[in-house]
């Protein structure tokens, strides 16, 4: 038996593909990662023939494309080639709003301790989510769609770049604003940008032939105690609000605003003598004078 691969010898990698293709001297940037895991997501082929056995033959993969999630703690100037691809803009000026230019990477995993390595291709950022909970690390999850999976032999003149050694951000360092006015009482707080993407397929081949684009949803939550009126009367009068939250660490900030959100379902239950806390469901919509639905300012580099 061979030695067995530990997920301490992974490490993941990513580069921007040129035309649709791997640099032929890439620099590959590293994750900080906490959890990853791609995968082909291979559709079944089942034949419908009639035998007198009553069995049938094992399934044929038919196509497939690239899904899965790298979860990170959230530290300043790691990732943020990852969350522009998200939000499909462009950084200016250290400000990053939503747009429509589609990026695509090469994501490489490398098993250190067996010496195999992996490549994904054609990666887009389908999917982030960014949370905060009480006490904790403030946490990213991009949610990836590719075209496809190989084993993978590292081209010759690969060069690796440093990783970031910015400390995470934590929600004990952290500013909420609500309509302008800030809160303090909040217990939780979280966001979710979907772009709507979709594995596209065609005759002759099992990888995806494409990854096409959709539109952009955000949406959230937010937990808080309930001190006063204000929160949960919007809630009942459908009152049209917004939101900002700064995450920071020393000197570094990363602040990111919904100007234009309405609270779509809330939810408040007195289940014993201790403090109630409403839930509150965010939705955000495009706002004119931002000319965005969701907008990120980062300070410090």
Known sequence: M????????????????????????????????????????????????M???????????????????????????????????????????????????????AILERHTDIGVDYCYHGCRVSKMAISSPLNAKVGVTFSMMGTKAEKYTVPVGSTYVAATATDTMTTTNLALTEGGVAVAYA??????????MEALFALGSREAFDISNGVAVVSGSMSAYLVDPVLWDKVLDETSTSHAIEFTEGADSYTLELPRV????????????GAIIPQYTVSAGYDDVLATTMMITRTGV
């Open 51 to 105: 035998n007198q056995s009553r069995q049938r033959p094992p399934s044929r993969g038919g196509t497939y494309s690239v899904a899965g999630d790298i979860a990170v703690e959230l530290s300043f100037a790691s990732f943020d080639d990852l969350i522009q691809a998200a939000m499909q803009g462009t950084w200016t000026a250290n400000v990053l709003k939503i747009g429509k230019v589609e990026r695509s990477f």
């Open 262 to 273: 309405r609270y779509t379902q809330g939810q408040k239950q007195t289940s014993g003598p």
């Open 187 to 196: 217990t939780e707080w979280s966001v979710d940008l979907d772009n709507g």
């Open 2 to 49: 061979g030695k067995l691969a530990n997920g301490s010898a992974v490490q993941y990698y990513y580069v921007e593909e040129v035309a649709g293709a791997v640099p032929v001297t890439p620099a590959w940037k590293p994750i900080r990662f906490v959890s990853a895991g791609l995968t082909p997501n291979i559709n079944q082929i089942d034949t419908a023939e």
